[in-house]
T-cell receptor, first 114, second 115 residues
Framework: GESVGLHLPTLSVQEGDNSIINCAYS??????FIWYKQESGKGPQFIID?????DKRQGQRVTVLLNKTVKHLSLQIAATQPGDSAVYFC?????????????FGQGTRLTINP | NAGVMQNPRHLVRRRGQEARLRCSPM?????VYWYRQLPEEGLKFMVY????????ESGMPKERFSAEFPKEGPSILRIQQVVRGDSAAYFC?????????????FGPGTRLTVL
């Protein structure tokens, strides 16, 4: 859903562990979802996407799960590495007033502990 | 294949001045999007353009902000008579097709500071 001006949720994991980042989206009509990674001082970097006709998609060390029933999206990162430390955003493609646009979630800050 | 390019990376303006932010999309991409990001927040959609046309400007403030994507050259986001509240990171993204069917790739952003 729409991002709000709140302090970012934070997730801390040990290096080598798996991490799961969750996102609730707002519009049941949304049919395309994307996860982005944003490192400090940089632009969002595409990680993985999924369309609504799927419930799971895998990439390299990442898996996205989509539960349309409860409008929930998650990003699983396997065997986390220090370079995974960043803020992760989910985005949904929705139709508002006849136009399609990406709406970003609030973001989750992932910190990897050595 | 160069990614989305934005310049300047950092821009400092005094209140009342104009800010011009430039974005060159990835090669072969004709769809450009502008977003604004405040610290500790997600990106907020501002405007979507296709060559020479504004497709959706529902996220643009009604005054002082404008955007263009000319036939030749980069897309420009223009902020007139800047105020302190305009201080933010402005990101441009591009896609080969429209937002419904294609991934948007982001540039490094322009960080605007208004003194």
């Amino acid at each position: 859903g729409e991002s709000v001006g709140l302090h970012l949720p934070t997730l801390s994991v040990q290096e080598g562990d798996n991490s799961i980042i969750n996102c609730a989206y707002s519009n049941s009509a949304s049919d395309y979802f994307i996860w982005y990674k944003q490192e400090s001082g940089k632009g969002p970097q595409f990680i993985i996407d999924i369309r609504s006709n799927m419930d799971k998609r895998q990439g390299q060390r990442v898996t996205v799960l989509l539960n349309k029933t409860v409008k929930h999206l998650s990003l699983q990162i396997a065997a986390t590495q220090p370079g995974d430390s960043a803020v992760y955003f989910c985005a949904e493609n929705i139709r508002i007033q006849g136009a399609q646009k990406l709406v970003f979630g609030q973001g989750t800050r992932l910190t990897i502990n050595p | 294949n160069a990614g989305v390019m934005q310049n300047p990376r950092h821009l400092v303006r005094r209140r009342g001045q104009e800010a011009r932010l430039r974005c060159s999309p990835m090669k072969g991409h004709s769809h450009v999007y502008w977003y604004r990001q405040l610290p500790e927040e997600g990106l907020k959609f501002m405007v979507y353009l296709q060559k020479e046309n504004i497709i959706d400007e529902s996220g643009m403030p009604k005054e002082r902000f404008s955007a263009e994507f000319p036939k030749e050259g980069p897309s420009i986001l223009r902020i007139q008579q800047v105020v302190r509240g305009d201080s933010a990171a402005y990101f441009c993204a591009s896609s080969k097709q429209g937002p419904h069917t294609d991934t948007q790739y982001f540039g490094p952003g322009t960080r605007l500071t208004v003194l």
